[in-house]
T-cell receptor, first 110, second 111 residues
Framework: GQNIDQPTEMTATEGAIVQINCTYQ??????LFWYQQHAGEAPTFLSY??LDGLEEKGRFSSFLSRSKGYSYLLLKELQMKDSASYLC???????????WGAGTKLIIKP | GAGVSQSPSNKVTEKGKDVELRCDPI?????LYWYRQSLGQGLEFLIY????????KSGLPSDRFSAERTGGSVSTLTIQRTQQEDSAVYLC?????????FGPGTRLTVT
């Protein structure tokens, strides 16, 4: 079967750094996505990793280790607007089918 | 430019009734996806369209669920004889590459 694990909820302080982990066990792998979803809104794309290593995009970075089945999303200089759920999803070999984690709800406190 | 739109945004229906959910993808996007999101759960894949054809219907939970897409554009997801366990947010996404663009969803409540 397919399995993606993320922490259910995390709390961090405004201005700080937080790392959201995602581990996966899937029948195939063609890349890993991170999406952000504010409450009651549509998920929006943050990052896509297909090769091992760190991809940096402004305050957000995403890391992938294929051998370990592990990824993390790193958020720096946290702002109150970063309070949202962060969804990890693995793209299977089919090139269209995404398997989604349940998401990590991130709460930012002043 | 216009993003993915879905209608209605909210739907309350009685158990046993049929409902139809609509998705308007981004113009030019050939791929279209339907997902279901229940509280505290990950997105559950329902069906994938490439153009008007659906090469993968494996995620449809039962034969009460069906979907079609016409003109390579608008898609409708139909749920017949709704049950309370069908209550969820139904999300539609479209893509022209790997990144999927999501609509705001339809919140379905079956009473």
């Amino acid at each position: 079967g397919q399995n993606i694990d993320q922490p259910t909820e995390m709390t961090a302080t405004e201005g700080a750094i937080v790392q959201i982990n995602c581990t996966y066990q899937t029948s195939g792998f063609n890349g890993l996505f991170w999406y952000q979803q504010h409450a009651g809104e549509a998920p929006t794309f943050l990052s896509y990793n297909v090769l091992d290593g760190l991809e940096e995009k402004g305050r957000f970075s995403s890391f992938l280790s294929r051998s370990k089945g592990y990824s993390y999303l790193l958020l720096k200089e946290l702002q109150m607007k970063d309070s949202a759920s962060y969804l990890c999803a693995v793209l299977l070999d089919s090139n269209y089918q995404l398997i989604w984690g349940a998401g990590t709800k991130l709460i930012i406190k002043p | 430019g216009a993003g993915v739109s879905q209608s209605p945004s909210n739907k309350v229906t009685e158990k046993g009734k049929d409902v139809e959910l609509r998705c308007d993808p981004i113009s030019g996007h050939t791929a279209l996806y339907w997902y279901r999101q229940s509280l505290g759960q990950g997105l559950e894949f329902l069906i994938y369209f490439q153009g008007n054809s659906a090469p993968d219907k494996s995620g449809l939970p039962s034969d009460r669920f069906s979907a079609e897409r016409t003109g390579g554009s608008v898609s409708t997801l139909t749920i017949q004889r709704t049950q309370q366990e069908d209550s969820a947010v139904y999300l539609c996404a479209s893509s022209s590459g790997l990144e999927q663009y999501f609509g705001p969803g339809t919140r379905l409540t079956v009473t």
